[in-house]
């Protein structure tokens, strides 16, 4: 198998499983909070994802103790399903520590506005199509 036929496997793979847990751990989350208005579930594995993206992100990028295999299967993959979030929550990050300020004020920006405004988009073209 080649080696960028592999990663795509450990990828998609990871993806699998951090669907799976995304899953199992929102439905928990939002069990336990007895919560039918507010999205504890959601919440939970965005945070919980954003912790172990940076803990993972650490041992890979600045220590080197994780391969670059093992990362695709564990951030891009594991993680990259369980919360596409954490991958938010990683590059801004990044951003800040490269000392980008403006460039990760407008990640912010971006994903939280354009996000929204997609998903209203999104809803306002459904409703056209389906009266």
């Not at 695709?72 to 594991?78: M, N």
Request: proline share 1%.
């Amino acid at each position: 198998m080649s080696g960028t036929l592999r990663t795509l496997f450990l990828i998609g793979t990871g993806g699998f499983i951090g669907s799976i847990l995304r899953y199992l751990v929102s439905t928990y989350a939002q069990q336990l909070s007895k919560s039918i208005q507010f999205p504890f579930g959601t919440l939970t594995v965005n945070i919980v994802g954003c912790a172990l993206v940076g803990f993972l992100a650490e041992l890979a990028d600045q220590r080197g103790v994780i391969t670059g295999e093992t990362r695709a299967f564990l951030i891009v993959g594991i993680l990259g399903g369980f919360t596409t979030f954490s991958a938010f929550g990683n590059e801004t990050m990044n951003l800040l520590r490269n000392g980008e300020l403006w460039l990760a004020g407008g990640n912010i920006l971006g994903h939280t506005i354009l996000g929204l405004g997609a998903v209203w988009l999104g809803y306002s073209t459904a409703a056209l199509f389906w009266k």
